[in-house]
């Protein structure tokens, strides 16, 4: 089976590199000291930049594109049906909670952009890490009933997709009566589901529904176990998928010092506290705390835990030359990686760089 490898779409625009705070490609900003200019294109708005990334990346060799979802970002939803037209065959992973939005809906708006696209659709369905971001969407339910409210909410989804007008539901937070979809829209084929979480919740609901559970990068270890308790919640054999920043260049030497300035330029804040995250918990564990030794932070040969000093996000990520980032990714496929969410900043340059240096060294990615 091949390794679809994706790529994050930035959706909240660009920094010209990790190394500097100020984001200002995709409109947010305009060009100057230590920044990038809106595009290399003379692209101007969010929406530009993320056609522009979704076209270079496509170029590049990645089968799609992660469409994240926070309160700074336009709608994926929206920006997939916009963004298709810039791409031939380019899947849209689309993030978002369920819990803002009713399974009815979710089917009948997932069927038709499954038909104007030609099937392109994959779903990143994530139950929200709690804290002031919950609280943007105004959800205050708790941490293991938001993972009960996704498990159901994909229930209903399905049996109305597939229920020709007669499915009924009668559920904690969901009733549903005489569901369906028009014959049209319930033949085009349900979107691949990503699914996410790391708490026991998290787990007991993508062993039900997940194609593919998606993890943040940990130790390759602590990865091993989170699958071995996936597959024990499984009904089928499940796929793994794993998302990972990745910075890589020509030398070792190099890399690391991309990370030395990044954390001389003030990259050592430990981030965003709130929240309930099992995840960002998990990550922040791993690494023993805070650190002044920016290299005490590798975990691993080329396994780094800072990444989210210098940027929101996941904790883990790559670094190293371009044969030692693609050999750590072939560990991973060997450990049962089925798909990778590969990042970098900027978005655009590096897509670019891991698809014509990294890609083709992969020797456990097959076509």
């Known amino acids: 089976m091949p390794t679809d490898i994706y790529w994050r779409i930035a959706m909240e625009g660009d920094a010209a590199a990790l190394r500097h705070s100020r984001i200002t490609r995709g409109g947010f900003g305009p060009a100057g000291p230590d920044t990038i200019a809106p595009g290399p294109a003379g692209t101007s708005t969010p929406l530009d930049y993320m056609a522009e990334v979704a076209r270079a990346t496509e170029a590049s060799g990645f089968v799609g594109g992660l469409l994240p979802s926070f309160p700074s970002t336009d709608d994926p939803w929206g920006a997939a049906a916009s963004l298709a037209a810039e791409t031939s065959s380019y899947r849209f992973m689309i993030a978002f909670q369920p819990g803002f939005l009713h399974p009815v809906q979710a089917a009948r708006m997932s069927a038709t952009l499954q038909l104007a696209t030609g099937g392109r659709v994959v779903y990143n369905i994530i139950s929200g890490g709690g804290g002031p971001q919950q609280l943007w969407w105004g959800d205050k339910v708790a941490h293991d009933d938001r993972y009960a409210r996704t498990s159901e909410f994909l229930d209903v989804l399905k049996g109305v997709w597939r229920g020709q007008g007669r499915y009924r539901h009668q559920g904690r937070f969901y009733q549903v009566e005489d569901g369906g979809l028009p014959g049209y829209l319930a033949a085009q084929p349900f979107p691949e589901i990503f699914f996410s979480g790391s708490s026991p919740a998290a787990i007991d609901a993508a062993g039900r ?78 690494t023993g705390g805070a650190t002044d030794d920016y290299r005490s932070l590798e975990i691993a040969p080329n396994v780094w835990g800072g990444f989210a000093r210098l940027r929101p996000g996941p904790p883990f990520g790559l670094v190293g030359d371009y044969h030692q980032v693609a050999g750590r990714l072939d560990e991973l496929i060997n450990l049962g990686v089925d798909s990778f969410i590969l990042a970098g900043v900027p978005h655009l340059e590096e897509a670019r760089r891991i698809g014509t240096h990294v890609l083709p060294l992969l020797k456990g990615r097959t076509t």
């Open 209 to 286: 529904h997940a194609d593919y559970y998606l993890s943040w990068l940990e130790p390759f270890d602590a990865l091993a176990a989170k699958f071995a308790a996936v597959r024990e919640h499984s009904a089928t054999p499940p796929k793994f998928a794993v998302r990972v920043d990745v910075l890589a260049r020509e030398t070792e030497e190099e890399a690391w010092d991309e990370i030395r300035q990044g954390w001389a330029a003030g990259g050592r804040r430990e981030g965003d506290a709130g929240g309930d995250s099992v995840g960002v918990q998990r990550g922040r564990g791993f």
